[in-house]
């Protein structure tokens, strides 16, 4: 199968991480395939940054219609539902994947991310999905996102010690890395403080490859149904929703 | 003062509707100045089309930075969060602003909207705002949104049914009409159902007008913090925050 | 318009305060007229205390017929539910106004009351409300009701330090002020913590300008209906609800 | 022990009713003894009669000192807050009773109460005690109060059919009478629908002596703390409470 | 009248223990018949000990079936749902008692319990129960079950120190014991700490007799019908319900 | 990898056609083994049947220590918590895994079930599970299990009944099969009706098969820690936990 991996900000060597944390949790049969929008920001962080992300997704969507599967590839879930709207392949965003997958093998999990402006969006988006009960805190570690691309940053040990924080306060009995940058960083995390510690990025491929494994499809009645037709105006004219565009990608790249 | 009601769709004509609503509801020092982006949906009619709106709001918000209050002139409140990080005024959606005026003349309220795809964003927007439990339910009343521009359609009557059956149905005490070319049934239907029936534009531009009279502006402490300073690439380019923008609006257009 | 602003309790001082901070907040068309009843407690401090302040705001409101709004001073809402089956005019209380207010200008407020004894009721009205996951956390300062309008108290430090705590430790994006005797403080703790802190006695009387100005009216369907017909006992008789009262003041005076 | 049943209302028929039906669930040691206030509305049927009755509830208390548990005989539980306030013995209202009881027999229960205006108090009362969850539905059986006192009329049947539809639409395991005068109907309702039909009046009775046989009071530390010593003006100036009233009745008649 | 209480563990000294706590707590015409399974684990220390518990309490049950109710005597209420279906009598558990009793005379409880792995099961009952929201946390002590049973250990002070905390920290107007091993300590505590402590023991009993004297019996419609007839496997097949068992008792011994 | 399935009741074609299920979902490299207990019930409906199925569950699981993940195979996830606290290993239950999955492609689904008495244990797991919010509703297609055996029954046509009504009358986007007896019906049942239905056996062995994937085990810290070592008396004594178990399987066979 193909999974199209969107890093929703433009910062390449991020998509390149993404991709390689993906990659590795894929199956021998999955093909993964890593991108990013041309415009947009270049790391997501709060609500202004992420609205400007979600067009370019869809985009890179319209541009790579012959998929089985979509990963969103930022820990808040970036325009989730309009991608849900845009086709019938499943869509899975990393911060939910890690959430369900938590909820099974813990019985509270905490959620470790980047910046406190980050916090509130987490927090509503647990609310959203019904997993707020299962999630004892939502901790920033103050690490911005792009520092988890630098060498000598200190964010790892800042990681490290707000899951301590969280594990000893919180009684959270499994870890969620709040941020695709810090995918490589669970295994290490795992081993280091006896609990769980979980990636968005690989919760995500696994539940996409299990979803088109069991045949099933993001449905089409309600909340996710296909855009109805009509013209968009100007810059976004060529994502115009169609009736011709069926029950696949409906937005033409 | 002046209060930007930004219409998110590229309606015009639904501009000047909306416009002339709430200068109707304007008090007589206010003026009102009602715009629309050159980008995006002729009409918001779920997830999709919701999310090519915002960069479009955001960028009417950097051409007019002179404003004491902003007003988002759609019922899903498109965009709020991000609008209320870019600047310190005031910033009100007309969902929210019917849902906290109807909480204060009914126990209970129900909502009736335009299409049935409308509902989940609503019902979230719902549960995020803490009334919820407010709202008897959303309804749909099967009516798209630019119907209510066409001359001879039977929108009017089919909202009219839709509220007969809230408020037998569900118990509702009060209507809020879910949808901004509404705007113009409210009065003739709190007649008709001997009900408080809410219009979202009104009731936006009064809170907005009251949180200027009190002085009050959006909290700057997290949430809605402004951006970081960041370079968005590519078409957002223009919209990128700096550090120059200060406390104002923080995307240069 | 006229609004006429009952404060619950007896002490004539804090009407004025009241009557004052509510002059101040009205727009120039807005007459304020200030009242206290005659019967009940001189502050209230607690479930106990609150019951018997509640028909003496009906008396009042009965001996006041030809208002458009009501606005009932005290931060618990006293008798709130009550007041508004007794007339077709809205009634605003100052908790849920400040709620209201602050939910519209940050992601999450913490409230700072006068005594712990004070704390339950409030926690009761943001659950009714709906309101309480908008509320990171009801605090008491310690400080008798009465004590703010004592010249040399510790009173507004007191306050100030509550504050300080509930954005350092709460998260809280704005601070409401739970108690009318606090109403002149709001803008002066504004400046000092650099976060919007509401005083409910302005944000209800913007409320019931902004409903007065819609032409809402409180429901009289439901939880409001208009009393049944009776004839009270004793010395209550002469607040006995009456047929002929019909859709203004039902109870005489 | 001895218990003092109040029915908030005035009317000495439903205090004779109320009175009969707690001596008849009263231990052989438990002495019952019923009265009703002097001042105050004929029957309680929504939020403004209710608060009318409340003074007169404290008097009856203050009145009556040397008891070892008070039952407020009101199915809304009217003035409970207060009555806790003022003494350290048990007080039990018998909506609240019912409620309890109802948990221990059934998974979930539906309330029959009188006219629909007493519908939102009720549901407050069950969010406000947490068992919200476990009341599938409030229904009202439009049968004013004191029509259950009258001898030909239908209140009875349409009271059972409004059960019936209980259990056939709501999935109701028991059934809850929601209000005082239909005491007497308990049993009969039971046989004739095959599910539990609890009658509060009989409840609280129980709950009380249970609470009085284990020596457990109402905590005096938080929410039911002993009213603060101050003077109240006026009509209610015997009920002041004061430092002197020590553990006991605080508020003197 | 005769409940049979259960210490669901096959410890004879906690049973014994509890046993005397429910005779000293029942009324004059009770009669207390105190078992425990004899297969099983010694104590209840989590969610892996509780289902080997649960059909040694049925086996109990169907021992002895001429009852008029039944308690469940472990704190997490143990096998309660299963050992509802099997008999039209009443049910208690010694948790839930100790919630709704609690719920009666504070504002908010804490509950004291053993280890921390038993928090989470009491956790979700209280969820399930309805009552989360009246409590304000559920507190471990570190203190295993047998400690209670142990002369010389320092379980009593260690319970008293938590309890401290619990008012101190949590606002906690009354304290629930949570085990049935502490029965024994609820009265010196009470005095120790100046807020109601309550054992569920007590409570069960007093409810239990409550529920009998008031004729109300467990629903058989929905959640606790009486199981379907048919054979069960192996060491079991003595408990299989069968339609020859009419109302009582299903399973026979 | 090895995945143990492990049918609670004692019907052993219901455990083949379970097996079946599993093995057609299972990847190339996933062995299932699929068994039953030799005590307890031949079917389980509702929550008496559910307690005697248990320790079986337990006692397979200490039969098979050297499995890669557990699949319990009833869909009220009979003894999940206490399995967990068994094993390091994943432990999935049926009912919880469809409803992740279904969260991840409709915004709300219903659950289609067997008999009415089923319902409320299915309603607990969703509360405790936090997806309540995701369930429009559970309903029962009043199909008794083994029914579903039967060759010429119209447990079929019910079943597809009440998922139309499901679809009409709830608004569900996606349903949940709730019975592991109707793990053949779904991709028929997809077809017929436009939405996914999805069936819990399949959506485990794919979520066994992530956890063990990317090397995530069951946490032992809180909730799921492994039981305390004590002997258990009688029948159980086999299955005593024990300190040299360490952290695999703690209970011996």
Chains 1, 2, 3, 4, 5, 6 share one sequence.
């Not at 993404?18 to 609500?47: C, F, H, M, R």
């Amino acid at each position: 199968m193909r999974i199209l991996v969107i890093n929703p900000n433009t910062t390449a060597s991020m998509t390149a991480k993404i991709g390689k944390a993906a990659s590795l949790a894929a199956a021998s049969g999955t093909d993964i395939l890593a991108v990013n929008p041309q415009d947009g920001p270049p790391s997501i962080e709060g609500y202004f940054d992420e609205v400007f992300a979600v067009p370019g997704i869809i985009t890179e969507m319209a541009r790579n219609r012959d998929m089985d599967a979509y990963v969103i590839g930022c820990f808040d879930d970036t325009g989730l539902d309009a991608a849900r709207c845009a086709t019938t392949a499943p869509v899975i965003g990393i911060g939910e994947a890690a959430f369900h997958m938590a909820s099974l093998i813990a019985g509270k999990f905490s959620v470790v991310t980047t910046l406190a402006r980050s916090v509130p969006a987490i927090e509503h988006n647990l609310v959203k999905y019904g997993l707020a009960s299962r999630c004892a805190r939502v901790r920033a570690s103050d690490v911005p996102v792009l520092d988890l691309e630098k060498p000598g940053s200190d964010a790892r040990s800042r990681i490290s010690d707000e899951i301590a924080r969280a594990v000893a306060e919180d009684g959270a009995e499994a870890i969620v890395l709040g941020c695709a940058g810090m995918a490589d960083l669970a295994n290490q995390l795992t081993q280091a403080h006896g609990v769980p510690v979980l990636d968005g990025v690989a919760c995500a491929v696994k539940l996409a490859e299990s979803l088109h494994a069991l045949g099933l499809h993001t449905s089409k009645v309600g909340s996710y149904a296909a855009p109805r037709a009509k013209r968009f105006a100007g810059f976004y004219a060529p994502l115009s929703p169609s009736v011709e565009a069926g029950e696949g990608i409906v937005a033409a790249s």
